[in-house]
């Protein structure tokens, strides 16, 4: 069976790209014929020999994204015409999608979080992109909480939450070669997230900065790419300096994934505090499901998806948003208590083990060939 693929890249750079990767090598494991369709030409080497077509345009955030997609549909509509499925998994390409998919070929659509629901929230953008929901087969929804923002805009078609995964294997274990001398120091907390407002690192380096007298040999250390908008890469490092974190706080940026699964082993707690801001939000936050690979306890955010990524007080803790007090408290009791930090760690080890990449890919595969012969799909 061909399945094509509608993304911005096959690259692990972000949420869209780690998805697209590991999802297109799970299925291709599968038996699955993946044919890849994206904007950018660079692919990950774990898809080596994989059919795919650059002729999609960037996805972009504006009122116009929508219009201004469909140029497109000529060219993926002579690719989607060799398919036997259609997947997408950029919500922002939705209307291309519905516009270029030849009829009767099934259309299953992965709505990962703020871009599932903002432009149903704009009357005319929302007609727009709630016509081309009609058409999708089967929505396939990270999290509850993402589902329930989409359904306050619109009309949600046949639908599943079905999270994303993490490859457990990749993080387990106690090798931590190749780390700087100071990670070895004293106490290491990790953060993992593009320099986003939204991923709220402004209010993780003011928790962190309240709790540094108690633990002064603490290293904090922030991993992922700059953005042009909000807090940046720029920005952050001023702030750290601003409270008295200069040469505790490091912002590592991107990092080759050895080195990522690396810092995760070494972290003794997992740091990410989402704030919803400007209509989006944290969908779920796959890098919970790798801290907890790594049999890390998280400190999460209420009211985003998040709160389903991490169970408050079984695998980590669960803290207001824009309330650096109320985390830098969830820290002092994992930091300071090594038993209960275990034991969370411990829990979110054998729970990472649920949401595998290859469960997922199960469940979608099964989708297809439902979607294909007609038959009921299989909710489980």
């Known amino acids: 069976m061909r399945v094509g693929y509608v993304a911005v890249r096959a690259q692990g750079l972000d949420g869209w790209g780690r998805y697209t990767v590991e999802t297109v090598r799970a299925v291709r494991e599968r038996g699955i014929e993946p044919v890849l369709i994206t904007a950018d030409p660079e692919m990950d080497p774990a898809l080596d020999g994989i059919e795919r077509h650059v002729v999609i345009p960037r996805p972009l955030a504006g ?8 140029t497109a549909a000529g060219r993926l509509r002579r690719v989607l015409r060799t398919c036997d499925v259609v997947h997408g998994i950029v919500e922002l390409y939705g209307p291309l999608i519905s516009w270029s998919r030849p009829r009767r070929l099934p ?3 992965t709505a990962h979080g703020s871009w599932a629901a903002l432009p149903l929230r704009t009357p005319w953008r929302r ?5 081309a929901l009609n058409r999708v087969d089967l929505l396939v929804v990270q999290s509850e909480y993402t589902r329930d923002q989409i359904a306050r805009g619109g009309r949600l078609p046949r639908h599943v939450v079905w999270p994303a995964g993490v490859r457990a294997g990749d993080f387990g274990g106690s090798d931590i070669a190749g780390l700087p001398t100071w990670a070895g120091a ?3 907390i990790l953060s993992v ?5 939204r991923k709220g690192h402004h209010v993780a380096l003011e928790a962190v900065a309240r709790i540094q007298a108690q633990f002064p040999d603490l290293q904090f250390v922030i991993i992922g790419g700059g953005s042009k908008a909000g807090r940046t890469a720029v920005e952050l ?6 409270l008295g974190l200069a040469g505790r706080a490091h912002f590592l940026g991107p990092v080759p994934f050895a080195e990522l699964a690396a810092w995760y ?3 003794d707690v997992f740091l990410l505090l989402p704030v919803n801001r400007g209509g989006t939000f944290e969908g779920l936050g796959l890098v919970y499901f790798e801290a907890s690979a790594a049999g890390k306890a998280s400190v999460a955010t209420i009211d985003s998806g998040a709160a389903e990524a991490v169970i408050h007080e079984e695998t980590g803790l669960l803290v207001p948003q824009n309330d650096p007090a109320a985390a830098a408290e969830a ?11 275990l034991r969370m760690g411990d829990a979110a080890r054998r729970r990472a083990q649920r949401f595998s990449w290859d469960h997922l890919a199960e469940r979608l595969v099964g989708a297809y060939e439902a979607l294909v012969d007609g038959k009921q799909i299989e909710f489980a």
């Open 107 to 109: 259309y299953v659509q």
């Open 127 to 131: 007609w727009f992109y709630q016509a």
């Open 63 to 70: 009122p116009f994204s929508g219009p201004l997609s469909l």
């Open 193 to 197: 997230g593009a320099m986003r407002s």
């Open 237 to 242: 490092p001023r702030l750290a300096e601003d």
């Open 186 to 188: 004293g106490p290491v």
């Open 265 to 267: 082993r070494r972290a």
């Open 331 to 341: 820290l002092i009791r994992l930091l300071g208590d090594d038993n209960l930090r």
